[in-house]
């Protein structure tokens, strides 16, 4: 029964296929009733070449035994190039452009297609194909045969498998719910079943990865450990139609469940889903730029414009939750990125982006997390990343300046205090005379400082808060000085306030801009004492200093110093002087601060030199006595009497020594 007997035509051209099941025991029927029985199938009247010039000339073999009938169209054309070939028939030949096609094979009038192949004829101008379906549509049916295949035989006898259609997916796990912290990922279409992504985890990607085309294709979410696509969780789950050859992001958003989570503040469903993007990049589009797309997926939070530090115009604006931006190209560089709320002029957050070395490249930025955790169950919060094209995230660092505190307020109700910071406790029981080293602070943000007596319990017993915005990169010294009731002290001698403040520096170093110096600043604390110069050697060191004010940075050789603290505009009245080895400061900074009471009557902090150095180290500057040939000798009194240490001296000038 294996054989077949013709009587065939002198110089005609003719086509015969060996197709069928030898045996059918074990085999599935034809869906259209066919046999499928072992069987030769002639064709006549083959081409050996295009009857039209520069087409390539096409007739197609159904050889499926298992397959229904089909319909064939080419993407983008809505008419079929083939309606309804069957099982062991041949179709009428094609002409067609030579050029590249997905061919799109349905299940006869129906509108889903069940497979997608690409068949590239742009080499094959003026040549005549053979296209045939061979294989088992479901193998398993079908004592697990070959599989389906869509092949081209040419007039010389090669024959080539047509590759399914593909498009390039890159996926991102931006669920913050606990529940889908690691999830595994399966995708299912006509072509099969796989689990694609096992213990996939929050803010993980993956590179560009092949998935079908064409055909309708299924992501579904199931837990870790899952055997099959049948454990994957209800309504977890996304089928698209991917176009051959296009790139795709996929993530996955939102909260599983929404009990005890935020709404959104533009009312925007934040259950789990996932947000599908096409057109995705994977280089720039320029060679000295970066592109950049953005993702809004931080369920709680507002929409957002997205700022560069110095640009006016926005880069992105109103960018709401689950949603994505168009791409933006900019020159690859370090930038500060400052996110506002849609419409406000003031930022929220402020993100430091080092483009630098990625010209050419292509990334997916992402907001990701709770803006408020603690209105979401303490889940993770927020956060910006960046997605590579080969799965590689990196977040964003915070926009941050360096600020050293130092607590200089000699009120004795102040001697013990909590420093809080944007609400959360920063020092504990912060001592008088103490400074921090220089801490990472949020730069280009309005940030809050709050000075609470010691034994508070938290940010709402503060005394006094201060709102600032820094400047990213920034550092900063911040003083804590002056009283809490200056009713209860002596007034300040040039007329300035002295209640409770924080001075703040801008200008501050950390270390000496010359290795081989030290770096000096001044800083007039000392509330009921006039401005001063700072004398050295006869020669002024700091001109005019008043209280609250901070000098200009001084460089100086490391050595031992005196310095003599004088009137402003008398240099001849010497206040105090004091002794500052810097002999072992090379390469450091200092900032003197004048500390305490000149009158400590009644038990106050009485005054002195202090250096706080940037580690947060405080040094204690010690006195220089000072010789009766610095001061006019007429009329001096001297207090109090006996003393013990130190005395005051009030000399003809009224001036306290």
Do not use: C
Request: aromatic share 8%; net charge negative.
């Amino acid at each position: 029964g294996l054989s077949i007997t013709a009587n065939l035509t002198y110089d005609e051209r003719y086509l015969l296929l060996a197709q069928g099941n030898v045996s059918t025991s074990g085999y599935a029927s034809n869906p259209n009733s066919i046999n499928t029985s072992f069987a030769f199938l002639p064709v006549g009247g083959i081409r050996n070449g295009s009857g039209t010039s520069g087409n390539t000339d096409l007739i197609v073999i159904h050889g499926s035994p298992d397959a229904p009938g089909v319909d064939v169209y080419a993407a983008g054309i809505s008419a079929p190039l083939i309606s309804d070939l069957r099982y062991n028939q041949a179709s009428s030949y094609l002409s067609v452009p030579a050029d590249e096609y997905v061919l799109k094979i349905h299940g006869a009038g129906s509108s889903v297609p069940l497979l997608a192949k690409v068949a590239d004829l742009s080499g094959a101008a003026n040549a005549s194909l053979v296209v045939f379906a061979s294989g088992y549509f479901n193998p398993a049916n079908n004592s697990n045969g070959p599989g389906f295949g869509l092949f081209v035989a040419t007039p010389a006898g090669e024959v080539e498998e047509l590759e399914n259609a593909t498009a390039q997916l890159q996926a991102i796990h931006n669920s913050p719910h606990p529940t889908a912290d690691s999830v595994d990922v399966w995708v299912t279409s006509t072509l099969g079943t796989v689990k694609l992504l096992p213990n996939f985890k929050f803010r993980q990607a993956t590179p560009f990865v092949d998935v079908p085309a064409g055909i309708p294709v299924t992501v579904a979410i199931a837990l870790p450990g899952s055997r099959t696509i049948a454990d994957t969780v209800a309504g977890l789950s996304i089928t698209a139609n991917l176009t051959y050859d296009e790139r795709y992001l996929l993530l996955a958003q939102g909260n599983v469940s929404t009990s005890g989570y935020a709404a959104n503040p533009n009312g925007i469903n934040t259950s789990f889903s996932f947000l599908p993007v096409g057109g995705i990049r994977e280089s720039a589009s320029s060679s000295g730029n970066t592109d950049l797309i953005v993702i809004h997926g931080s369920p709680d939070a507002p929409g957002v414009d997205i700022y560069a530090k110095g640009v006016s115009a926005p880069l992105i604006s109103d960018l709401r939750y689950n949603r994505a931006s168009s791409y933006v190209s900019v020159p690859a560089a370090r930038y500060v990125l400052k996110i506002h709320g849609a419409g406000s002029p003031v930022a929220v957050a402020a993100k430091i982006a080092d483009l630098s070395n990625a010209a050419g490249a292509s990334l997916v930025v992402f907001a990701s997390g709770y803006f408020n955790p603690a209105a979401n169950n303490n889940g993770p919060a927020f956060g910006i990343f960046a997605a590579l094209p080969d799965g590689t995230v990196e977040e964003l660092d915070n926009a941050t300046a360096r600020v050293q505190v130092i607590h200089n307020a000699a009120d004795p109700a102040a001697a013990q205090v909590d420093v809080y910071y944007n609400g959360g406790l920063l020092l504990d029981n912060f001592g008088f005379r103490k400074a921090t080293g220089f801490v990472s602070v949020a730069a280009e943000t309005p940030i809050s400082f709050g000075v609470a007596p010691g034994t508070s319990s938290g940010a709402a017993d503060t005394l006094k808060n201060f709102n600032y915005t820094l400047e990213e990169g920034g550092n900063y010294i911040v003083v804590a000085n002056g009283v809490l009731n200056p009713m209860s002290f002596k007034a300040n001698p040039d007329g300035r306030s002295t209640a409770f403040n924080l001075f703040v520096n801008p200008a501050a170093r950390r270390a000496a801009n010359n290795s081989s110096l030290v770096d000096v600043v001044a800083f007039h604390g000392a509330t009921d004492i006039m401005g001063v110069d700072v004398v050295v050697a006869g020669n002024p060191l700091v001109n005019n200093l008043f209280y609250g004010d901070f000098s200009t940075y001084a460089s100086v050789p490391p050595a031992a110093y005196v310095l003599n603290l004088t009137k402003a505009d008398s240099n001849n009245v010497v206040l105090a002087a004091v002794n500052a080895d810097l002999s072992s400061l090379t390469g450091r900074s200092a900032t003197l601060l004048a500390s305490g009471f000149l009158d400590a009557a009644g038990g106050v902090p009485a005054f002195r030199v202090i250096a706080a150095l940037a580690d947060g180290n405080v040094l204690e500057l010690p006195f220089v006595s000072l010789s009766t040939r610095r001061f006019e000798t007429r009329s001096l009194s001297m207090y109090p009497n006996p003393a013990t240490d130190r005395i005051g001296v009030v000399n003809p000038f009224n001036t306290v020594l």
